[in-house]
Every structure is written in structure tokens, then in C-alpha cells.
């Protein structure tokens, strides 16, 4: 028997987590529920988080969550429920299943049958984000070495133990050469671990245009968080309906297990709602507590069901569904057709029976790391480049002197074009004359340099060398 934490969520949330409950448990889950309050009415008595202090040990205990949508109120100053659990339980791996229906939920793609594996923690999700200037602000994306060989680790073992056959990675490292850049390198060398396993890597954009039109071509794609985020969307959406996707939020520790919809407040209370895309969250829960012979019968029952043509509101349609029902119907149908299988669609086999047990992340030996220079961001309010070069030029310390200034990454002086749009947000470059490592003292005198200057800087990044090579970009056009 198993304990997991269960919260019913607003809107819908409630009717279809019973309906959801009801099915796994008729067809033999051995769990026992332990309910927690997350959501609106937490927010609404003053906790900005949505989730109490009794609720997280609830679900650290257990470490098994399955939540249903909430209401996240108008207004500033509620932070993201989804975001918090997942970054504070470090639940890194965020998968997303995606198969067509085909013909009993209507799609363009009836061969459509692929799994999306996005990064939950990081990238521009990390939330560090500043105003610097009048007209500037800045988001960071945050990418890390363990980040990568984590998420992209998870894939390849998924596609290994669910039987896959490919894994594609998507980024945009052609323009983010040392994010996106570290995220493909590391698809390469992990890939190299899984000879059985075909790689191939897209472009996102590319790739994503890709999908939209041809999903049937991919099986596992595992990709960055926000690429991640957009892409998961779409795919549920042409593989019939994000009403009937589910998703599992997976990290060492703890896992939480939801619908990928929201609480959709309209059809609330009105036993309308289609419970599948929970009843998918549940499925993959079953997996991951070692109950596949669960998650089996109930992904199969599920898939007769649809067949039979008993089918909810959103998905109905004339010639093709025989029954219209509600949440609570919908359910007792799938209750009915346990152990039973579908005839047209392909019936599931899961045999998986542990969760995947991943390595621990190892730290590598640390590369050998030279300072060569730094990058001072300037506030300032004018517009000629050549002005702020001459300004700038007067900055030089023993080791470091101007070597480029660029505006929103592109060059603008020496010889920048009169052309290129300049913000009040200018980024001067610094390098060693020659040889020699300035000390991290020389940048001070130059920050001290700028002050007496009274030019308004707003903030500084050292460039360095790893293991001999730059590890940073160039301006644009340089
Ligand atoms: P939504 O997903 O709730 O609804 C979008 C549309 O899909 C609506 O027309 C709705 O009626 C329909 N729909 C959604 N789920 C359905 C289901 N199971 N059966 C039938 N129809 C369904 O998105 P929204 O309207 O943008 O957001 C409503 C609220 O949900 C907001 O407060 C938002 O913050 C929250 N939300 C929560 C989560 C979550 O908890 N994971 C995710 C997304 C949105």
C-alpha cells in the first residue's frame, strides 16, 4: 500500500479527481490517499505561495503527489503553485506523453505517437530578472552542466525502458552557443552511452515546425524548458485535445502527477469536465510507485471506452460518439470496461516496474579557468557610439584595455554602422593587453576608473578562459 499526497485542486479540479480516484482504485491501485488544501482559498486567507507549511510535509513524506488544476487569483503577488513545487522539490523532469485517438478523437495526425521530456528547473525559468536601465530589462537563462546530463539522462533511459526507439534533441544552439550549446554537447556525449538508441538533433525552430506538420516522425524529444513548455502544448493540442493530456513532474526525491489543463472555472460544479487528462497524470503515477499492471488495466479500460464512443462534451461529435456524458458517467463507463481491451486503437502494455533509477550526478574535475577581461554594462542616455568609445577608452588599467562596445549584443564601435539602433544599454568589453591574467583588482580600478567618470554602471560579468578557450560570445558583427 502506498500513501500519496492528494490535492482536488479549484474549478473542476474536485469532480474530476473523484472520477479519477474511482477509476484507479476500482481497478486495484493499492495507495491510500492523504489529502492536502493547495490552491485559491489557501492564496485567498494570505499565503502567497498557494500551499501551507503542513502541505509540504505531506508531500515530503510521502513523496508521491497527484494534484488536480487550481485557480491561480488575478492579481500581482501570487506566485505560481505548479512553478514552486516543482523547483522546490527539484523535480527536474517533466514528461509528457502524446498519442492520437485516431479516428475516435478527431486530429490531423492519426500516427502522431511521441513523448516530450522538458527540463522543469531551469533556463529562462529561473525567474532572475532586472530592469537596468530606462529602456532595458533583463531576463538570465540559466543553464547547468548537471541541469543537462540530468534531463538528458532521464530521456534515454525513458525511450530504454518504455521501449523507444529514438531520442531528439531541440535547441537553438546555432545562436546560444554556450547555453543551448552546452545542452546539445551534452545530448552527444550522453547519447554516445545508448548505441541502440537513434539521436538526432533539430533546430527548435525548424523542429518545432516540424512537429506541428509531421509529428509521426518523432518519438522522444527532450529539449529546454521554455521550448519545452510551448512545444508540450502544441503537441497535445494537434494530437486531439489538452484536455486529454496528462503529465509527471519527476525528480530524485519526490514526483507530482497532474493534468496538463487548467482549472477551467466555466464548467465547474456542472459534471461536465472530461477527467482523462488527470486519469493520464494518474497512469504515470501508477508507473512511477511500481504499479504497472495498474496503470495497464486502466490505460486499456480508458481506451475502449473512448472507442465505444462514450465520450464528454469537448471531444464529442456527431457520427462518431454514441454516448454524451458527464464526469461522473464517464468514469462508471471506464469502471465498466476494466480488463477489457480496445479492439481498433492499440492496446497498451506497460511492464515497467520500478520507477527509473537514475546515477547520481558526478562532478567533473574542474577545468582550468583564466581571467581574461570583463564586461562592463553602461547606463547611458546618448546615442553616438563613438562618443561613449572615447569616454570609455580613457578606462585602462596595466593589463585590461576597450577592445569593443555593443548595443543589445551587436558591435558598435570600432566601426560600428551608423544604421544599427542604439538603446541607453551599453556593454563595454574589456581584454588583456596581452599574456598576462589581470587580477580581479584591476577590475575595481576600473569600475572606480568609470565612477569618477560619472558614467552609471550597472553591472560587470568577468570573462574567462576555460581549459584555454573563450567562454563567452563575441559581439555581433565582430
Ligand atoms: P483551462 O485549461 O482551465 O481552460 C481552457 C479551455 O479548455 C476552457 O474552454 C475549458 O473549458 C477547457 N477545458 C479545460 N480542461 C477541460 C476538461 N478537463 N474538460 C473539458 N474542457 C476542459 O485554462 P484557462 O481558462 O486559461 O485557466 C483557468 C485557470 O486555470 C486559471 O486560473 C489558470 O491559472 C489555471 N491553470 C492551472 C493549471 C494547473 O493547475 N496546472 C494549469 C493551467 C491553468
Not at 64 to 86: C, D, E, H, W
Not at 102 to 127: C, M, Q, S, W
Not at 216 to 225: A, C, Y
Not at 458 to 471: H, M, Q, R, V, W
Request: net charge negative.
Amino acid at each position: 500500500m502506498k500513501k500519496i499526497t492528494v490535492a482536488k485542486g479549484d474549478g473542476i479540479g474536485p469532480e474530476i479527481m473523484d472520477a479519477t480516484l474511482k477509476i484507479i482504485l476500482a481497478a486495484g491501485a493499492q495507495i491510500e490517499v492523504e489529502e492536502i488544501m493547495v490552491g485559491e482559498q489557501i492564496y485567498l486567507s494570505g499565503n502567497t505561495s498557494g500551499i501551507a507549511k503542513e502541505s509540504w510535509e505531506s508531500i515530503r513524506n510521502n513523496k508521491v503527489f497527484l494534484k488536480a488544476p487550481i485557480t491561480t487569483p488575478q492579481g500581482g503577488g501570487y506566485k505560481s503553485l505548479n512553478v514552486t513545487t516543482r523547483k522546490m522539490l527539484g523535480l527536474y523532469a517533466n514528461v509528457r506523453p502524446c498519442t492520437s485517438l485516431h479516428p475516435f478523437v478527431k486530429t490531423k495526425h492519426p500516427d502522431l505517437d511521441l513523448v516530450i521530456i522538458r527540463e522543469n528547473e531551469e533556463d529562462l525559468y529561473a525567474g532572475i530578472e532586472h530592469q537596468q536601465t530606462d529602456e532595458v530589462v533583463q531576463c538570465l537563462k540559466l543553464i547547468s552542466r548537471p541541469g543537462c546530463e540530468k534531463i538528458i539522462r532521464y530521456a534515454f533511459e525513458y525511450a530504454k525502458s518504455y521501449g523507444r526507439k529514438k531520442v531528439t534533441c531541440f535547441s537553438k544552439d546555432n545562436i546560444m552557443k554556450q547555453t543551448d550549446g552546452l545542452f546539445h554537447s551534452v545530448f552527444d556525449e550522453i547519447g554516445e552511452q545508448y548505441p541502440d538508441i537513434e539521436k538526432e538533433h533539430w533546430i527548435v525552430d525548424i523542429g518545432a515546425a516540424k512537429m506541428a506538420d509531421t509529428p509521426e516522425v518523432f518519438d522522444v524529444i527532450v529539449t529546454l524548458n521554455l521550448y519545452g513548455d510551448v512545444l508540450s502544448d502544441v503537441a497535445a493540442q494537434i494530437a486531439g485535445s489538452v484536455g486529454l493530456a496528462g503529465s509527471a513532474n519527476i525528480g530524485e526525491e519526490c514526483a507530482m502527477f497532474e493534468a496538463i489543463h487548467g482549472s477551467a472555472p466555466r464548467r465547474a460544479g456542472q459534471n461536465m469536465a472530461n477527467p482523462s487528462g488527470l486519469l493520464q497524470g494518474a497512469i504515470l503515477m501508477l508507473n512511477h510507485i511500481g504499479q504497472a499492471d495498474v496503470a495497464e488495466r486502466v490505460h486499456n479500460a480508458w481506451l475502449k471506452t473512448l472507442e465505444d464512443g462514450v465520450h464528454t462534451y469537448d471531444i464529442y461529435k456527431e457520427g462518431v460518439s454514441t454516448e454524451k456524458v458527464g464526469t461522473s458517467e464517464f468514469a462508471d463507463a471506464v469502471i465498466a470496461r476494466l480488463g477489457q481491451e480496445p479492439t481498433i486503437l492499440k492496446p497498451i502494455k506497460y511492464s515497467l516496474k520500478q520507477p527509473l533509477v537514475l546515477p547520481k550526478y558526478q562532478r567533473k574535475a574542474a577545468a582550468k579557468k583564466v581571467l581574461n577581461g570583463v564586461d562592463m554594462f553602461v547606463h547611458w542616455p546618448g546615442t553616438d557610439a563613438d562618443e561613449l568609445g572615447e569616454k570609455m577608452k580613457e578606462l585602462a588599467t596595466t593589463n585590461l584595455s576597450l577592445n569593443m562596445i555593443s548595443n543589445r549584443g551587436i558591435k558598435v564601435w570600432p566601426q560600428g554602422f551608423k544604421e544599427t539602433f542604439c538603446t541607453d544599454h551599453w556593454r563595454c568589453r574589456f581584454l588583456t593587453k596581452g599574456e598576462a591574467e589581470p587580477s580581479k583588482e584591476e577590475i575595481l580600478q576600473l569600475l572606480n576608473l568609470a565612477l569618477q567618470n560619472q558614467l552609471d554602471v550597472i553591472k560587470t560579468e568577468n570573462l574567462y578562459l576555460f581549459d584555454g578557450k573563450a567562454a563567452y560570445s563575441l559581439g555581433q558583427g565582430q
